[in-house]
């Protein structure tokens, strides 16, 4: 070989690794906002990834994933998303109830969002449409702060007795407003006292119950929060412990132990954010991706708690219920 011809050889050995192994290296990375933390989430998270996958991304492959806990704090959200913007990331995923896609969308106006919320997103002011979303946000709308009336009419046929029933909201989530009004409503159609309490703290979940626990029929309808959801041990705990029948969001609380609930599947609406997710990383815009909404909802029964609360459940209710835990 000639000289020239071996420089020109070594230079290109040299050189040649250089720019592929730092396009490698430099994959979509996901934000992933969360108003939780992971350990009461993981198996919903894992939903996500599936989704994700089956767009074509596996974490640690082509896609990395930075994620931002807000372990239950909802004000802590605002820092946390403007850290992922000035990561730069190329999508942020916001879930976890309201509060996320709405610091979400206060962080930024250009990185695409792709969200679960609780609430109507049209009524929080997240998107302009359902079916053209107009911005940099789309995701998926579980509506399950906005069943709290069919709520009440399941346990008006459970307790045919309860004379009293409260609804219990956390007011630093958004979707306690809509649960307000939603409950007026109710309250009209069903002819029950029905009373709204608040929690946003283990004490004052403790306190709640402590006082639906010194009344001789009451009963309890747990609004759809994260925070609560995180702390459905305690919720099942305390609702044993002072012989409260409790309706819930999710069917987690149920499968912990709780009573009833009525809501739509959350797995689902997180494995959908991993798909939109992975469509937007492939250069589809969020604007024109509709918002998926739930098509049924799922009401899910413990018997055993039941039981051991005295309850009979009515044969109604069992035919209508698609999990029953014996």
């Known amino acids: 070989m000639k000289r020239r011809e071996f420089i020109t050889v070594l230079v290109s050995i040299v050189a040649w690794p250089l720019v592929p192994r730092g396009q490698q290296l430099l994959m979509p990375v996901i934000g992933y906002l969360h108003s ?15 989704g994700l996958k089956e767009s074509g991304y596996v974490e640690g492959q082509n896609v990395a994933i930075e994620f931002r806990w807000a372990e239950g704090r909802y004000q802590r959200l ?18 976890g109830g309201d509060p996320p896609p709405l610091a979400a969308k206060a962080a930024t106006s250009t990185i695409p969002v792709v969200f679960t919320c609780s609430s109507d997103p049209v009524r929080l002011g997240l998107v302009g449409s359902l079916n053209h979303p107009g911005g940099n946000l789309t995701g998926v709308a579980m509506f399950t702060s906005q069943l709290v009336s069919k709520r009440l009419e399941l346990m008006r046929q459970l307790l045919t007795e309860t004379t009293s029933i409260s ?9 306690a407003t809509v649960a307000a009004t939603e409950l007026e409503d109710a309250a009209r159609v069903l002819g029950r006292s029905i009373k709204l309490v608040k929690a946003s703290t283990d004490a004052e979940i403790d306190e709640v119950f402590g006082r639906l626990g010194e009344r001789t029929v009451s009963a309890l309808v747990v609004n759809t929060d994260p ?31 709780g009573l009833i609930s009525y809501g739509a599947n959350l797995a689902e609406g997180y494995h959908q954010v991993g798909i939109y997710a992975g469509r937007i ?6 604007a024109d991706l509709p918002v998926v909404h739930p098509t049924r909802f799922e009401m899910a029964i413990n018997l055993k708690t039941a039981k051991a609360l005295g309850l009979d459940v009515p044969a109604t209710l069992l035919a209508l219920a698609n999990e029953v835990i014996e």
């Open 36 to 50: 939780g933390s992971l350990n009461p989430y993981a198996g919903l998270v894992a939903a996500f990834r599936q």
């Open 167 to 175: 609804v219990l909201v956390n007011p630093e989530n958004p979707n």
């Open 78 to 95: 605002p820092t946390l998303a403007a850290q992922l913007v000035e990561r730069q990331v190329a999508v942020i995923v916001a879930q």
């Open 227 to 257: 925070y609560f959801l995180a702390r459905r041990d305690q919720f099942v705990t305390l609702a044993a412990r002072y012989g409260v029948p409790a309706m819930y969001a999710q069917s987690e609380f149920v499968a912990a132990g």
């Open 281 to 286: 990383l492939k250069g589809e815009k969020p």
